[in-house]
């Protein structure tokens, strides 16, 4: 299993940019799939980017194309979400996960890992 731990949540005005990290320890990280999730008050956790364990093809979802843009670096276990051009919309928790077939299935199965959530809010 991995361990996931995200940071760079904050608060930021509309049209602000944060960027979250996500650092990874335990199994070997460079053999997963890679994603972002995210968990506003009173709704489901929903999908928002996953990017392949080779950091090749990314996914994301129609509400952040355009403005987000997930990465990773596998040599310091890390993954990233570049926000930019924030919404209040976008104001939610926000969780890292790494499991086999992300990219293809777009949620986390039991083999997955998620981390604790970091909260952005964004100010209109």
């Known amino acids: 299993q991995v361990q996931l731990v995200e940071s760079g949540g904050g608060l930021v005005q509309a049209g602000g940019s944060l960027r979250l990290s996500c650092a990874a320890s335990?199994?070997?990280?460079?053999?997963?799939?890679v994603g972002w999730f995210r968990q506003a008050p009173g709704k489901e956790r929903e999908f928002v980017a996953t990017l392949a364990w080779n950091a090749g093809m990314t996914y994301y979802a129609d509400s952040v194309k355009g403005r987000f843009t997930i990465s990773r670096d596998n040599a310091k276990n890390t993954v990233y979400l570049q926000m930019n051009s924030l919404k209040p919309e976008d104001t939610a928790v926000y969780y890292c996960?790494?499991?086999?077939?992300?990219?293809?299935?777009?949620?986390?199965?039991?083999?997955?890992?998620w981390g604790q959530g970091t909260q952005v809010t964004v100010s209109s």
């Open positions: 335990g199994d070997t990280f460079s053999n997963y799939d």
């Open positions: 996960a790494v499991d086999h077939l992300l990219l293809l299935r777009r949620r986390v199965t039991d083999s997955g890992s």
